[in-house]
Each structure stands twice: as structure tokens, then as C-alpha cells.
């Protein structure tokens, strides 16, 4: 079994890039991470300069898109409505935003500290064919960002525990200014244990990648009572 895991997990890797690139093009999108050039560093909400804000804390982490199959099966668990809107913290250049914003709900909000990574997910989300939602890009700090018009808030470790717990903090603060039922996705939870220690959000659903890689689903104190999240 593990032989035939393996034999897999090559198997995809190599047909990985052929598969995004399709995704990309039936999108219109162009969200592959770029290759640093010679003496540059990877881009990274660490970088400070001109044209990001100042984080609070110097924790947050390079950019790096994750894989069509599992953003749809994120999505597809979520059974997003037309009421929802969808926040996708550190956002990169707006991968899964496009891909949420083909679907009928009221609108998707990326929050994305480097402001040359949200004018490609600008630049991605004018391109983006078949889009059915609007498509609103932040520049800002997920630890003090206006996070009010969210019911749906996605993130894929974008940030160690300290921003992590503050971003909760800041949710739990708009939350409780208007009072409203929230979902948080957390793609590959290695801060887990933060959201454990919140106090207001309890697990309802998991499922794990080829590779192993955790995606958890969680839900404000009395938000949901079905397995699946629902109302």
C-alpha cells in the first residue's frame, strides 16, 4: 500500500503542472508561483518595503498556490449560498478566490499583505472567465483588517501563531459588533492548536490531501449542527 502511495504521489507530481495549466487557462488566470530571479528572495509577506504595510508581527509566510482539486473539494464541502461571503486571508494572487467567485454567492474578499501580489489577484480577478460573484482585493494586515462582511474565512497557514491569534481575535471582535455565523478553513493546520485554544470555534469536518496535508473546518459556537456544517 505504501508502495502504491508513493508510485501515486509521483504520479501526481508530474502531471501537476500540465493539470494547473489547464485549470488556468479554462480560468483565464495566472496564479503559478513565480521563480525568484538569481540574488532574489522567494516572495514573501516578509518582505517590507514600499509597497506593503506594516505587519504587526514578522511571521507571515511565502506565497505558494495549492492545487485546483483540493480547492474545489474545499469548496464543495463548504455548500456555499447566496448569502456567503468568502474571505480568503493572505491571498496571494488569487487562486482560490477565482475559483469561489464562479459560484452564485454575494461576494469573495482577499486579504493579501504584499500589495504587488494583490495587483496580480486584481489584475487575475478583471480576467477571470465565468466569474459570478464580485471580487474585492485588500491590501492589509489579516491581525487588524476589517474583516465585518465575512462568513466564510479561508486560510492555508499563511502566517505563524502569533498573527494567527490575532487575526482570530480580530474575527472574534467583529463577530461579536455584529453578531453572525462564521466558518474557518484552515488548510494545512499546523497552528492548530491556536484555533483549539479560541474558545468560540469548534471543528465540524477534515479531510486530508494525497500528500497527507490536513484541510479543517471549523465553525463559530453554535453555528452549525450538521456533520456537513449546515444550518
Request: proline fraction near 6%; include cysteine.
Amino acid at each position: 500500500m505504501d508502495s502504491l502511495r508513493r508510485s501515486t504521489g509521483k504520479t501526481i507530481k508530474l502531471l501537476l503542472p500540465v493539470w494547473t495549466m489547464l485549470n488556468e487557462v479554462v480560468l483565464n488566470i495566472r496564479t503559478m508561483r513565480p521563480r525568484p530571479a538569481a540574488g532574489t528572495p522567494p516572495l514573501s509577506s516578509t518582505t517590507r518595503g514600499p509597497f506593503s504595510p506594516t505587519a504587526k508581527h514578522v511571521d507571515n509566510l511565502a506565497y505558494v498556490p495549492h492545487d485546483y482539486w483540493y480547492v474545489r473539494a474545499m469548496a464543495r464541502r463548504l455548500k456555499l449560498a447566496r448569502e456567503d461571503v468568502f474571505y480568503d486571508i493572505g491571498c496571494g494572487m488569487g487562486r482560490i478566490l477565482c475559483v469561489v467567485a464562479r459560484r452564485r454567492i454575494r461576494k469573495c474578499v482577499g486579504i493579501e499583505l504584499l500589495e504587488p501580489l494583490c495587483q496580480k489577484a486584481r489584475c487575475n480577478a478583471l480576467r477571470l472567465r465565468g466569474r459570478k460573484a464580485p471580487i474585492e482585493i485588500i491590501c492589509a494586515d489579516a491581525a487588524t483588517a476589517d474583516l465585518s462582511e465575512g462568513t466564510v474565512y479561508y486560510l492555508f497557514n499563511p502566517f505563524g501563531k502569533d498573527t494567527l491569534r490575532d487575526f482570530l481575535a480580530n474575527l472574534e471582535t467583529s463577530i461579536s459588533r455584529d453578531p453572525r455565523k462564521v466558518k474557518v478553513v484552515y488548510y494545512n493546520p499546523i497552528h492548530e492548536s491556536v484555533l483549539q485554544a479560541s474558545g468560540w470555534l469548534t471543528k465540524f469536518d477534515e479531510f486530508s490531501t494525497w500528500s497527507d496535508v490536513r484541510v479543517t473546518f471549523w465553525k463559530s459556537c453554535g453555528a452549525c449542527s450538521g456533520p456537513d456544517g449546515s444550518s
